[in-house]
Every structure is written in structure tokens, then in C-alpha cells.
């Protein structure tokens, strides 16, 4: 078959993102609205959105930052903590302002203090949300010390998403930001019911990459890239067109200095370039015809959304984006996600 030159599909959805808040949405909201039409929004700002007024006043602020003629369409979730409320996560979706909960365990990654130190402790709130059909968004990753950063992820699916599974028959879950062949293993093994997200980075580079000629904070986020055999088990899964992987980028600013610094944080920023590297892998796995599912299709039937009407166009040319964007006001700028290899996929 000869290599397409452009590939038109349904526009696309971002089922997992980063948004911030104040000068930080302002400058990378507008990205992410270029690419997709609706976008599933992070709730860890601080402090966390666990309230459904500061839900509505948040998208407000996001849509307010997004120019209007790109009808983007944010999609609020609710920050659990131990104190979840199951009135309140019932009314927020009553009212259509959540769609879904994410779970952080306590400390896992940016912004999780606030989040759950033990399952038992919102079993009632996702009893609310099993029946009222809202999915859990899980961060997962074990908080363990002990536990090596590596096998976090896996040791998680053991340790506390199967049991949850089974104690929550009914509730709806996506595995987010899945990057071990476990994670793989584990959403092909659950039923419907459970779904991944896979970022292009992960699909991308794998864990050599962040020590390559030296430490590469630009590339560190969590769950951290692992060996090449669970990246090689993401291309398989996002590539295949089965219907319980979809698109979800983590797109996650940080201010360069506070990434090229001694303790940097975790997180990518590379909604400029998403579509871009998730055609890139499509291509270079000669599966170019799976790229609607995963981007388009897949999310959206999960979510029991429609799928958008809109087609885009990629095109085979060299990836065109910026190196950073500038945050205004603070005299500081994010870093953009640039694969190592090249992208030959543009709009
Ligand atoms: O790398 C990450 N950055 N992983 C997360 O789970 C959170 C995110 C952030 O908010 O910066
Ligand atoms: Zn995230």
C-alpha cells in the first residue's frame, strides 16, 4: 500500500488534560482547542476542585481563555479526597457539570495532596457514582516508598484496582495515562466497563530517553516512561483500533524553571503538538486507519457522548511548532514535547 500523503478523520477529543488556571490557562488553553473539539479537564488546581460551584466557575474561566471561534467544549471532573461527599458528586452530574471523579492517591503525583488515602474512605461516593453511571478517572500509580517507581503502576492494579473492580461491579473506569504492558494486560482483561488513555510521550520514548546524554527534565512526568518492552505493548494497544484504548494526552504545563531546577516537576506540555506525534506513531505502525477510533471514536462511545461531526486533515510535512510558549506577565515560558525523532505529520 502506498504511504497517504493526508489522512481526514472525525475531530478529535483529549480525554485527559491539564489546564491550570489564571496566566497559565490563558497561554495553553488555546492549544489544546486547536486540536480538539471537547476535553476531558484535570481537577488538580490548587487548591483542588472538589465543589461543583467551583467546577462551573472554572470552566467559565477556561472558556473564557479559549477563543470563540474554536468551540471547544471543557468537561469538568471532581477532585476526590477523603471527604468526598456522594450528594455532591450526584448533584454535579445532575446538574451536567461533572462528568467524571479522578482519583489521585494521596502524593502520587502533582498536586495530589489533597487526594485519597485509603479506598475505604470514598466507597460510599463511588457507590453514588456507580449508580448515577459517572467513571472514575484513576491515577494509577502506589504511593509506597518502598515500592520501586517503576512497578508502581502494576503493583497498583493488583494491590488496590482489582479489588475496587470487584467491590464496584457497576462503576465505569478509565485507567489514565496507562504505561506498562500490566496496564495493557489489565483494561484488555476487564470487560467495557474499564478504559485506558495513552499519551503520545509514552508512546513516544521510553525511560533511556530521560538520561540521554544527560538528565532530560522536559521528558519526566508520572507515571514515569517505562522500558521499551511496555512501550512497545502501548503501540500495540493504541494502534490496534480496539475500542476500550482512546486518546488522552496528560498534557501538563509546568514554567521551565520550575522543570530545570533540582527538584523538578513532573509533567509534559505537548497539546501543540499531539495530534502531530499520535500521527506519527499511527504511521510508523502502518495504522493510519486506526487513527479515527483512538482519537475520535473510541473516547466518545466510553463517555456515551457522541462523536463530533467535524472532520480535520493531517498532512505528511514535517512537524511545524514552537520550542516554548511565553505565560504572560512573568516573564516565563512552558517547553513544548519534541520527540527526539521526527515527526513527519502536520496540519
Ligand atoms: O506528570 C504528571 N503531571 N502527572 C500527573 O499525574 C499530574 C501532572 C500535573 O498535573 O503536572
Ligand atoms: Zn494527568
Redesign the pocket.
Known sequence: MPIPTSITIRRPDDWHV?LRDGPMLNACAVHTARQFARAII?P?LVPPVTKVVEAASYRERIRRAVPAELEFEPLMTCYLTDDADPAELLRGKQEGVWVAAKL?PAH?????AHGVTSMDRIARGLEAMEKAGMPLLV?GEVTDAEVDIFDREAVFLDKVLAPLLKRHPGLKIVL??VTTKEGVAFVEASGPRVGGTITPHHLSYNRNALFKGGIRPHL????IAKSEEHRRALRRAATSGAERFFLGT?T???TADTKECACG????FNAPVAMQVYAQVFAEEDALDCLEAFASLNGPRFYGLAPNEERITMRAAPLQAPERIDVPGGNKSVVVFHPDTPVGWSF
Open positions: 491539564h484535570m488538580n489521585y502520587a503525583t502533582t498536586n495530589s491515577h489514565e495515562h519526566y512526568c508520572l507515571p496528560d501538563a504545563p509546568h516537576c513532573a509533567g509534559i
